[in-house]
């Protein structure tokens, strides 16, 4: 079987919501923010994802492990389709099958969690205020100190699901999303960070329940990625409610 694109959005969606949890960045994608920097493929039921609005270009193709070897299937017929660099998150189990053309650089074992267990979300302490774009001087000088490296777009303030907490006037902790659709009722948790000064104090736990607390309003289904290795940041997000979904490798792809 050959892969084939897909420009169907609702034909994506409805193969994305088989498991709408593993699949919240990508039903994410179908809206109109981000739609246009996507590219689709599908094989059978598994679906890949090239977006190409983030600097280099991002492959994501995930599947639970009972699909793996279509998916295996599907990432081998892109092999001559991909670009030359991109980063890559792909699901445990066929992260190998670009080791085949390219050479591939592993960033570690991530787990995608997500939000199952909302009373254990209402017993925990809630803190912070929205930022909006006023606050974007504020968000960068706090990523530039807390969160080198990051992937944010400031277009993401936009969606108002962004909220931090400040200590005498300064930004210390932030909560955002990576992606927002009312109209998927999706949503996945990204840019979470916490001064060095201020951690160890619960602000960035309490931050993070705010956002959630927001969000449930209007997503049936909030996730996120977190490193396999971070085990205070897993127990953090446990702790909240979130239990592990799925696990995929983060691939650097390319010379």
């Known amino acids: 079987m050959i892969p084939v694109s897909v420009h169907d ?5 409805a193969l994305l919501r088989r498991d709408p949890a593993l699949h919240a960045y990508e039903l994410g994608d179908l809206d109109d923010f981000f739609w246009p920097w996507t590219n689709w493929y599908r094989l059978g039921d598994s679906v890949a994802l090239v977006y190409h609005g983030a600097g280099l270009p991002t492959l ?3 599947d639970g492990p009972e699909h ?3 998916l295996r299937e599907l990432l ?6 991909l670009p030359r660099r991109f980063h890559a998150h792909i699901a445990e189990g066929a992260e190998d099958v670009l080791g085949s053309r390219f050479d591939v650089a592993s960033n570690g074992l991530h787990l ?3 939000l199952t267990d909302h009373d254990r979300l209402l017993r925990q302490e809630a803190r912070g205020e929205q930022l909006t774009r006023a606050d974007l001087p504020d968000l960068l000088a706090l990523y530039e ?3 080198p490296g990051n992937w944010f777009d400031p277009r993401m303030l936009d969606t108002g699901q962004y ?7 300064e930004l210390v902790a932030v909560a955002g999303v990576h992606v927002w659709s009312p109209e998927q009722r999706i949503a996945a948790l990204g840019n979470v960070t916490t001064h060095p000064r201020a951690r160890g104090r619960g602000i960035g736990k309490a931050v993070v329940a705010e956002l959630c607390r927001r969000l449930v309003g209007t997503a049936d289904h909030v996730a996120l990625n977190v490193k396999a290795a971070n085990p205070a940041a897993v127990a953090l997000y446990t702790a909240l409610g979130f239990e592990t979904v799925g696990r995929y490798h983060e691939l650097s792809v390319g010379g």
């Open 60 to 62: 994501l193709a995930f």
């Open 68 to 70: 793996v070897g279509t």
């Open 163 to 169: 909220v931090g907490v400040r200590d005498k006037g």
């Open 76 to 81: 081998d017929g892109l092999l001559v389709l």
């Open 112 to 114: 995608k969690m997500a």
């Open 145 to 147: 100190t807390a969160y």
């Open 9 to 13: 959005r609702a034909e994506l969606a």
